[in-house]
């Protein structure tokens, strides 16, 4: 009998799916197919006029316990090779071999009948999944309790929130213990309390459960998943074991996009930023801040926030040291070393905002004035990775200890 940890539970080899641009052309190729097929004629399964490869040449396994990210921008065919792994499309080419009971969060109420309530629905899903009516209502209360929807369960899902078809459809996946469990970005509706309860029982259905995870967080990703596949235009721009380096192939898409947002006042002005653009874990970094200002008695209050890829604040500096400076004008320069960067690889940006005093009589304010990249560290999706000492005891049946320094 198979190690169910090793049990291959997903097997994608070389799939691709193709749509047309129009629908002229989609009822045109869908009908010469109907009758090809029917006449038994092959169906040419290579692009033509006006299609599109959605998917292409995507090949993947996953095992029992193993969860696979799927991430990518907007119109890159996550969802689309999500649908076609769930049967909702036929491939093009490719194979695709499924083992065990499925179950799939990948559209907002899709699987729910909206002139069904709540608790109808939840009969009518683990139906298809072959659950018998005996083994439904033993897991009834659960799913209704998890769901947190209580009252409203005997009324029509059509009438239902968009949080609350989340909250029901991730329920009935969850407890029905599916073999393998698909969900697509439909956990971004609930709220951030719902959403720690769907991970911790993530975190316990993993272990005996194939996840396939579709997000734009990549928190999320980074937190689940042991494989990833970054994918662009349909293909898989890259597919590996490295989550931190997928996920910033996945920011490298969005780096031209920021941009610098000003609260101006002219009495700033002349404001220049310069950093060491590549800081290394461990050292120390440089800023040189030149600005003008005037209609002050004294120096502002500066403040710095460096931000990582998801735009989170993750460190400030401030200052805050009020000299007296000439009212009709004068030109600052401040030079700031920062003697240990302790943030791990990657890229960071940096916002700047003016005060009169700190926090009270904002003056400037700049998103994204510049970026800084960390190399040398820990590849980890956490922003920080800090020194430790470490002091092993090594412990025998007795308790007693022998000291190791690390």
């Not at 994918?231 to 996945?250: L, V």
């Not at 008695?297 to 403040?303: A, C, F, L």
């Not at 000492?389 to 022998?402: C, I, M, Q, T, Y």
Request: hydrophobic letters at 40%; aromatic letters at 10%; charged letters at 25%.
């Amino acid at each position: 009998m198979k190690n169910q940890e090793k049990e291959i539970l997903v097997s994608v080899q070389n799939v691709s799916k193709k749509f047309s641009m129009d629908m002229k052309s989609s009822l045109k190729y869908g009908a010469l197919d109907i009758i090809k097929s029917t006449l038994g004629i092959k169906i040419n399964k290579d692009i033509r006029p006006n299609e599109f490869w959605a998917v292409k040449d995507i090949s993947f396994e996953l095992r029992r316990g193993e969860c696979i990210g799927l991430i990518g921008h907007n119109g890159a065919g996550k969802s689309t090779l999500l649908k076609v792994l769930n049967g909702l499309y036929a491939p093009d080419k490719g194979q695709i071999v499924m083992r065990g009971k499925i179950g799939a969060l990948i559209e907002l109420g899709a699987g729910f009948n909206p002139i069904l309530t709540g608790r109808e629905n939840i009969y009518n899903n683990a139906s298809i999944l072959g659950f018998t009516k005996k083994e439904v209502e033993d897991k009834m209360a659960s799913i209704i309790e998890f769901s947190e929807i209580e009252q409203f369960i005997d009324m029509p899902v059509q009438n239902y929130s968009s949080g609350m078809k989340v909250r029901l459809g991730f329920a009935i996946a969850a407890h029905l213990e599916p073999d393998i469990l698909i969900i697509d970005e439909v956990l971004a509706v609930g709220d951030l309390g719902f959403v720690l309860k769907c991970f911790k029982k993530i975190d316990e259905l993993l272990p005996n459960t194939a996840l396939i995870f579709v997000s734009h967080s990549m928190p999320m990703v980074a937190r689940i998943c042991n494989q990833i596949i970054l994918m662009n235009h349909g293909k898989a721009q890259y597919q590996g074991s490295s989550i931190s380096e997928g996920i910033a192939q996945y920011y490298e898409h969005f780096d031209d996009m920021s941009t610098a947002t000003v609260l101006d006042n002219s009495d700033i002005t002349d404001i220049e930023v310069n950093t060491d653009k590549v800081c290394f874990w461990g050292k120390e970094m440089k800023i040189n801040l030149k600005l003008k200002v005037k209609n002050l008695e004294k120096t502002p209050s500066i403040y710095f926030v460096i931000k990582d890829k998801e735009q989170r604040g993750v460190a400030s500096f401030i200052y805050q040291d009020y000299v007296d400076i000439n009212y009709d004008g004068q030109n600052l320069e401040f030079n700031i070393i920062i003697p240990k960067i302790e943030l791990t690889n990657g890229t960071y940006n940096v916002d700047l905002a003016i005060f009169k005093t700190l926090f009270k009589g904002p003056l400037y304010r700049v998103s994204n004035i510049c970026t800084f990249n960390v190399r040398d560290g820990i590849e980890t999706w956490e922003a920080f990775y800090l020194e430790a000492k470490w002091d092993l005891n090594l412990l025998d049946n007795h308790n007693e200890s022998a000291s190791v320094t690390v």
